[in-house]
């Protein structure tokens, strides 16, 4: 936890100097990072935090997008450099303080409007009865379009999700993939992102049929980079969306055509510290088609 404190303060500081001495672009490549780590500790509750401080570092999130915007466009967010400045004193304390948010109007920011999830308790054996209750309130999941900052000559990848497969589909309520982009540590390198609902299922398959298009190019990915999918669904007695199960894919399984991943317990382990346990002695899989492209010309 005080290695990710330290960290934040750090990355805050030298953005904030850039921003304070008019490096607009690095000022905003600076904020960019840390934004995507603040609200990704915001959704997934990594650290295990108290509510309190997970909105303040939601309210972080939310800061460092306004200002992003108002350095990219010139805009009036209502944050401005001295909103900046005065959350300096607070990154010394991020993380491990209950004081209040400087900017106090700000509302907690999930990434692309995914919301914060918890993990369901492992059964010791699956049960499929299903969650009755209230469902959410619905939207198109928070999918981005193709990659508009890419330079002529990067490694593109678009990720064609077709099914999930499970022993018992009939348990799921508004099931979706959540997809993230991980470094060696675990950590987030852009934006989650949420598909839409399922569109179909079938007993023993879950049907997306939803293209992902991985914003960072492959080439700029860190060596032990990895792309996480999580199946989430609706818990209507927590009023929660809880993750069921998770794949991942490392770099050296990227290439174009169709794969099939090994579906995974949770809770998903970004950093990949240990061997992964199998949802189930069955075989599973998360059934994918990868398009590998060069920006401006065949890969």
Request: charged share 30%; net charge negative.
């Amino acid at each position: 936890m005080e290695d990710t404190r330290s960290r934040w303060e750090r990355a805050y500081v030298e953005a904030l100097d850039f921003d304070t001495w008019g490096q607009v672009e690095e000022a905003i490549e600076g904020y960019q990072r840390l934004q995507v780590a603040a609200a990704a500790e915001y959704v997934e509750n990594v650290l295990q935090l108290p509510m309190h401080r997970r909105d303040n570092i939601g309210k972080l999130a939310s800061a460092l997008k306004f200002r992003i915007q108002e350095l990219q466009a010139s805009s009036d967010k209502g944050v401005g450099l001295a909103g900046m400045k005065a959350i300096k004193v607070h990154m010394k304390d991020i993380i491990v303080t209950d004081a209040s948010f400087p900017l106090a109007w700000l509302k907690p920011e999930s990434i692309l409007g995914v919301t914060p999830t918890e993990d369901e308790p492992e059964p010791e054996q699956e049960q499929y009865e299903r969650d009755d209750g209230p469902l959410p309130n619905r939207t198109d999941g928070t999918l981005r379009g193709p990659p508009t900052n890419a330079r002529r000559g990067d490694l593109l990848l678009s990720v064609f999700i077709e099914k999930w497969g499970f022993k018992d589909t009939t348990a799921f309520v508004e099931p979706r993939v959540v997809v993230s982009v991980r470094d060696k540590a675990g950590e987030s390198v852009e934006a989650i992102q949420e598909t839409p609902v399922a569109k179909s299922n079938t007993h023993t398959h879950v049907f997306f049929e939803n293209t992902v298009y991985i914003q960072t190019p492959l080439n700029k990915l860190a060596h032990g980079s990895a792309i996480f999918f999580e199946f989430r669904h609706w818990k209507a007695k927590k009023q929660k969306k809880s993750c069921k199960a998770y794949c991942f894919m490392e770099m050296d399984e990227i290439k174009s055509g169709p794969v099939t991943l090994e579906i995974y317990k949770k809770p998903a382990d970004y950093g990949r510290k240990k061997a992964p346990g199998l949802l189930s002695v069955k075989p599973l899989y998360l059934h994918l088609d990868l398009l590998v492209e060069r920006c401006g010309g065949p890969a």
